[in-house]
């Protein structure tokens, strides 16, 4: 099942925080994972963003490391991206392809739905707010995350991301479902009378507006004030600074549907790839990484608590964490957990199915050795051992085993 939704804030934790939405009315109180119907009358104020378009390369701000110039883009270190399940918004990694956009007015911003539709429509924030609300918890995950391990086996195109550019949070707004109603296309429609079967997302960050400083439920690197989330979904996908709705009868012709985040096998280059050939990516593959562990990690020998995330595209629950403490001859298997303290049971009814899961393990290491952690979905999917096996020249979709190495001996300083 895949959700689809437009969001009006964001926030550090479920109870603090709102932020997104289904593509269904009926029975969706129901579904795994959404909770609502709410108002919008208890909405949180986020910190203003860190910094725009930073200059900066590879230096830390705050907690955050700057990858490029410009546009802005931004992750924290790995080692406090498992600190929290649901990921504060100050330490949510930042992803842009262009400028990020300015509004000093958001109940004036406005959202045009056109197309393939009887009438077209001018969608306000009011309406928005005026429609049921629903909470869901997800991860947003880049294409690109561990883009710079892939690198190593080949060089790539793409900003360069660690392991964190992915975070769980909070989303709640509008379903698109309903959106589209107030457009006169009927819930569950397959096809527009006009023959619309897809709904393309638009946004344009050329547009600058002077920007008033105050309380956003909704900050500017994250889409304010108004974006969609696909959970399940690669996070591009999820379009920011929503812009226009757009009916039509094919998949979308713009550049990243048609020649962007596309899958290629390892023999096409940029002398013989053709887009065409290829579907746009959308779910995005089972996914475990180490966190408390640099790639090299000095340590004493002893006991060592390993822990980091896992999570699957699709909605599709994480059934097991595999850890290797000897490169992956001998397995163990690590706690899950999304609550602290509660196991985590992959597709139960109170599991958070569309976010990830925390795993963690203690292990005694005596000497130097590689650290290898998969995961395996609820659909018996598992990570691609070798990355050389899954390697493409946009350098996405890097879900092989993870691994790091630790040198026992040797000071930490």
Known sequence: MIVIAIITSTGVNPDQIPVSLLPRREGCENMPGIKGASDYSQETPCRPCLQINSKSQCVILLVLTLLIQEPFNAEQPRSALISFYVTPVDLFYKRNHGPIPVVDDRERFCVDITGLIQTPKKL????????????????????????????????????????????????????????????????????????????????????????????????????????????????????????????????????????????????????????????????????????????????????????????SGGGLGIERVDVSIDGGNIWLEASRFQKTGIPSISDHESSDKWAWVLFEITVDILYSTEIVVKAVDSAANVQPENVRDIWNLRGILNTSWHRVQVRVGHSNM
């Open 124 to 311: 306000c924030m009011r309406d928005v707010r005026m429609l049921p609300k629903y909470n869901v918890t997800a991860i947003l995950q880049c294409a690109g995350n561990r883009r710079t391990a892939m690198s190593k086996t080949r060089k790539v195109r793409g900003v360069g991301w660690d392991v964190s550019a992915i975070g769980n949070a909070v989303w709640g707004g509008a379903k698109l479902a309903d959106v589209l109603e107030l457009a006169g296309i009927p819930n569950l429609t397959s096809s527009t009378q006009s023959g619309g079967k897809h709904v393309e997302f638009n946004c344009n960050s050329k547009i600058m507006i002077m920007y008033i400083s105050m309380p956003l439920p909704l900050n500017r690197d994250h889409g304010y004030p108004l974006r969609i989330i696909v959970p399940g979904i690669i996070g591009a996908r999820s379009v920011k600074w929503l812009d226009s709705i757009n009916i039509i009868a094919e998949d979308s012709y713009g550049f990243f549907m048609q020649k962007d985040y596309k899958m290629f096998p390892p023999f096409v280059d940029w002398d013989n790839i053709y887009w065409s050939t290829r579907r746009p990516q959308m779910d995005f593959p089972v996914q475990s990484v180490i966190c408390s562990l640099e790639d090299v990690q000095f340590i004493k020998p002893g006991k060592i608590t390993i822990g980091g995330y896992a999570a």
